[in-house]
């Protein structure tokens, strides 16, 4: 029987990672400098000290790559490569098993940050790895979808069902295209995603999978605004044959005095690490034991990311890897 053709899942060996860097000053504001700072721990963490896959840092422009260069120094390679900002994992190219990829199109979030660059990042960078590429004719953004590597993707209707994004296509049709563009053998719907995320509720920031068949979802800490989206979203994920995973949730989470889509299930799985964000919340040392737990053979590290979570994001979304 032959081999089925998809997504690994994210603790499957990696050849490399590619990273957005921080490139525009009127984006990121008085967060900039910040930001890079942690987009360099968090690249950092993920090669460690060479036991992890190959770093490539993606700058927008000659500035940004200079600054990566000198404040990454030999753990990263850096590229230049337009773009509008530095959500990868939604605008990268998906590299599937056989090692080619699948790059699709791209309208800004449901047309909400339509920037230069973005809708074709992803074929620029598999192109310069010499990736085979398939341009698929319908927009999917990569952390609206989460793969345990045996045919099994979590994804969220508000994300996948919605007018803004491919307004033409039925739940059935769109569930079709899961199966034929990604090798996808079940998907298990949930409902909504996080409370004010800009993404319409992308599944990377609610469920991840672990292990095949095993789903991480939040345990709400007691001031946190989307207690019911995790109760849903269990509740969902338990119609279908998987082993559902509680972590310890950040609770609410303020900036400027607004709640944000703080989340720790925006962690990252590399080769040697596993990198989990973290807020100055009371849950962070808890979600790092607890996704720690999950990796035995891997090194789990919590690093902060509120500059890069004011973009509207954390590690996961800024990452795409490629599979070894």
């Not at 509720?201 to 979802?217: E, W």
């Not at 005095?257 to 799985?269: D, G, L, R």
Request: one cysteine or more.
């Amino acid at each position: 029987m032959p081999k089925r053709i998809t997504q690994p899942a994210e603790w499957a060996r990696h050849k490399a990672v590619w990273i957005g860097f921080p490139s525009h000053p009127e984006l990121w504001l008085e967060d900039l400098e910040p930001a890079r700072a942690e987009v360099t721990a968090f690249a950092r963490a993920v090669h460690a000290e060479g036991r992890g896959e190959r770093v490539i840092l993606v700058a927008a422009d000659e500035e940004a790559a200079a600054a990566a260069r000198s404040m990454a120094k030999d753990v990263a390679e850096v590229v230049v490569e337009p773009f509008g900002d530095i959500w990868l994992r939604d605008t990268a190219a998906i590299v599937l098993s056989d090692h080619s990829a699948r790059d699709f199109g791209f309208n800004g979030w449901g047309g909400k940050y339509d920037l230069p660059g973005d809708d074709d990042i992803g074929a620029r960078l598999a192109a310069r790895r010499n990736i085979r590429t398939e341009r698929c004719d319908w927009i999917l953004e990569g952390g609206a979808i989460d793969s345990d590597g045996t045919g099994m993707v979590v994804t969220t209707e508000q994300c996948l069902l919605n007018h803004n994004r491919n307004p033409g296509l039925s739940r059935t049709e769109i569930e079709a295209r899961l199966l034929e563009d990604l090798g996808f053998s079940e998907v298990i719907w949930l409902g909504e995603g996080l409370m004010h995320d800009h993404t319409d509720g992308h599944v990377d920031n609610l469920a991840r999978f672990v292990a095949p068949g095993k789903l991480a979802i939040p345990v709400a800490a007691d001031n946190d605004p989307n207690w019911l989206v995790y109760q849903h979203a269990a509740r969902a994920a338990a119609r279908h044959e998987v082993e559902i995973v509680p972590i310890p949730s950040p609770g609410r989470v303020l900036r400027d005095e607004e709640i944000v889509p703080a989340s720790y299930m925006n962690f990252y799985i590399g080769n040697a690490a596993v990198v989990v964000p973290q807020y100055g919340a009371p849950n962070d040392a808890a979600a790092v034991v607890a996704v720690g737990a999950l990796f035995p053979d891997r090194e789990t590290v919590g690093l902060h990311a509120d500059h890069i979570l004011t973009g509207g994001g954390s590690f996961h979304c800024i990452s795409q890897q490629i599979p070894a």
